[in-house]
């Protein structure tokens, strides 16, 4: 794998369903099991993208791991959901998530979602970037499926 890129990101928005979890929790967990995984079926389930109001026009769902306990060791919320414009009106049973502009190593993802993901995770794991662990982000395509993942992984630097 390349370099990350270095790249600022400006604030942004996102209404969905999160979950407390940890890498650990992810790696003990029968294989289609963990944590994660689950939280994907909910976003699923509760149609979120058809409950958002103000989506953001570029349709993208992002995932957000944040509010660490420590590092990236700890425990950690993570939330899916979608860009909207405005956490004004945000459905219930959701939580709205507002991220700072922050500077951030790009690593793009493309492939079969149940391998490239992981794999660009293990990838950012052998790094030495110095993490904020603030807010680390997978922002996906709207073409994005299962088997074809477009997505990138933006990991928040000190």
Request: net charge negative; aromatic share 6%.
């Amino acid at each position: 794998m390349t370099s990350p890129e270095i790249v600022e990101v400006p604030a942004l928005r996102v209404v969905g369903a999160s979950i407390r979890t940890s890498n650990q929790s992810q790696i003990e967990a029968e294989p289609g099991q963990g944590p994660i995984g689950q939280l994907w079926q909910t976003f699923a389930d509760l149609d979120v993208g058809k409950r958002v109001p103000n989506p953001h026009v570029s349709g993208e769902v992002v995932a957000i791991y944040h509010d660490y306990e420590s590092d990236a060791s700890g425990d950690y919320t993570l939330t899916i959901g979608l860009r909207v414009t405005s956490l004004h009106q945000v459905p219930k049973g959701l939580e709205g998530i507002e991220v700072p502009f922050q500077r951030y190593a790009r690593f793009p993802v493309e492939g079969p979602s149940d391998t490239a993901i992981p794999e660009t995770w293990r990838a950012v794991q052998e790094t030495d970037l110095d993490r904020a662990c603030t807010f680390d982000l997978e922002i996906y395509q709207p073409d994005s499926t299962p088997e074809l993942v477009k997505a990138e992984i933006l990991v928040a630097l000190k």
